[in-house]
């Protein structure tokens, strides 16, 4: 059986080196990776950054959903190897892939072993919960795919409201999870965290969640990829 492999980024980096690390979780040579940029309405600079970023390592391909989808969309996202999901708006990013089915495709992805991951939104979106500026300026928690358990925090070190936002939310009531700083990536295998990497050295994630009425935060020193 196909391991389930997701890993979840915290936004505000994204180093080459990181993509190597996504490509080698393949076992393939040169794989197949699916950039999906719909949570920063399919900016063209963004794409270009990741064909640059993942140059030598794999074929890179894009899913957009404008003006319409690509009329083999189910066969879009199973024949990658990788699917890498891009920052931006959160809810907005959802609300167009359940329109069109591709939360289930994801899904079946993730059951086949096509590796899922992403930064900022990316990360958010394959948890239950996520802290999200997506409805304004101000953070706020939201519902998401519930592909791994509980909650995650992306932008740790470089947004200084998500710490005590997301603080508050777990007093509030939302599942304990994971926070993770920029350029650091969490690796999820059926559902378990199995390591925790990053572009630069010191970086961190953490598990975070609410003990006798009290947030706790865990630290996880990352390997540098």
Not at 82 to 93: I, S
Not at 97 to 121: F, K
């Amino acid at each position: 059986m196909a391991e389930r492999q997701i890993v979840a980024m915290g936004g505000g980096k994204m180093c080459r080196e990181m993509c190597a690390y996504l490509v080698g979780l393949t076992g393939k040579e040169r794989p197949a990776v699916l950039y999906v940029g719909t949570a920063m309405a399919e900016d063209p600079g963004a794409a270009l950054l990741m064909y640059d970023r993942f140059a030598g390592f794999a074929e890179l391909s894009r899913l957009e959903f404008f003006p319409w989808p690509p009329e083999d969309l189910r066969t879009t996202v199973l024949e990658a190897d990788v699917v890498f999901v891009g920052g931006g708006n959160t809810a907005n990013m959802l609300a167009i892939w359940r329109v069109h089915g591709v939360d289930e495709l994801l899904r079946e992805a993730l059951d086949r072993g096509i590796v899922l991951s992403g930064s900022s939104a990316g990360g958010i979106c394959w948890f239950e919960h996520g802290v999200t500026d997506s409805f304004g300026p101000q953070l706020g928690p939201m519902d998401c795919l519930g592909f791994l358990e509980g909650s995650f925090c992306p932008h740790w070190d470089d947004e200084e409201l998500r710490k005590p936002v997301y603080r508050g939310l777990l007093n509030d009531g939302v599942p304990g999870g994971y926070a993770a700083e920029a350029g650091v990536g969490l690796r999820f295998v059926d559902g378990e965290l199995q390591e925790v990497v990053a572009c630069e050295e010191g970086s961190k994630a953490y598990r975070v969640e609410l003990r006798d009425g009290e947030v706790v935060e865990t630290p996880i020193q990352a390997r540098v990829v």
